[in-house]
């Protein structure tokens, strides 16, 4: 593999790297305080969109990971971004939770069910037949359908629970449109990030516990990959994706001295 530069910014998986079912992972907390004191950009992401930067940071410190709003992107500020880039001040039906809402207000977005220019459907423990309803009847109408992250399931204490991804399919087999992801594995939710610190992804590295999205995501986006084994990963699934990561580590613990 090419030689790379050394790493000057570090973005991070939340879910399987840094915290496990609400739990933090051993060797987390010294590594968000060596970043933090090394003063190196860094983000710390996830595609979970149900809640705020200032939801998540005091969430996280509450298990002693201190990590600031302004450090925390979520696939929620990714669909934001790219909305407010397409078209400015426009319109939206969300199913969602505050993480999207608020996002969606701060760009100047109007939420509404009155012909809008977008469904955008988020994450949400609460998913409504009658919202869903509404969101196939708008994009059969001519919105254009937009989801955060396409992550098929979600973690909890009892097991997987159905998230964006299995949702979106289910709109998409009731309209016969795709639509649009802004979470990872898209690229666009790293550029983004990368941006909003002032990074480069030829000196930045992107730590995951998944192939399919962390992984790719970095990749694509030409940033140095790490797969931690602390998540959905294991040793024996890695040969099944036609890419690698630049390293594999057992666990977060080991890239502490990397800062």
Known sequence: MAERKPVESWLTDMDGVLIHEGVPIPGAAEFIKRLRDSGKPFLVLTNNSIYTP????????????HVPA??????????????EDQRPDGTAYVIGEAGLTTALHDIGYVLTDHEPDYVVLGETRTYSFEALTRAIRLINGGARFICTNPDETGPS???????????????????GKEPYFAGKPNPLMMRTGLNAIGAHSE?????????????????????????VLTGLTTPADIDRYPFRPS?????IADLVDRI
């Not at 200032?54 to 990971?65: K, P, S």
């Not at 390293?247 to 666990?251: K, Q």
């Open 70 to 83: 302004a450090n925390i992107w979520t696939s929620a500020l990714a669909t934001a971004k790219f909305l």
């Open 203 to 227: 000196t930045s590295a992107m730590i995951g516990d998944r192939m399919d999205t962390d992984v790719l995501a970095g990749l694509e986006a030409g940033m140095e990959t790490f797969l």
């Open 247 to 251: 390293s594999v580590v057992d666990s």
């Open 157 to 175: 204490a009892e097991g997987p629970l159905p998230a964006t991804g299995a949702v979106a399919a289910l709109i998409t087999k009731a309209t």
């Open 54 to 65: 200032r939801d998540l940071q005091a969430r996280l410190a509450r298990m002693g990971l």
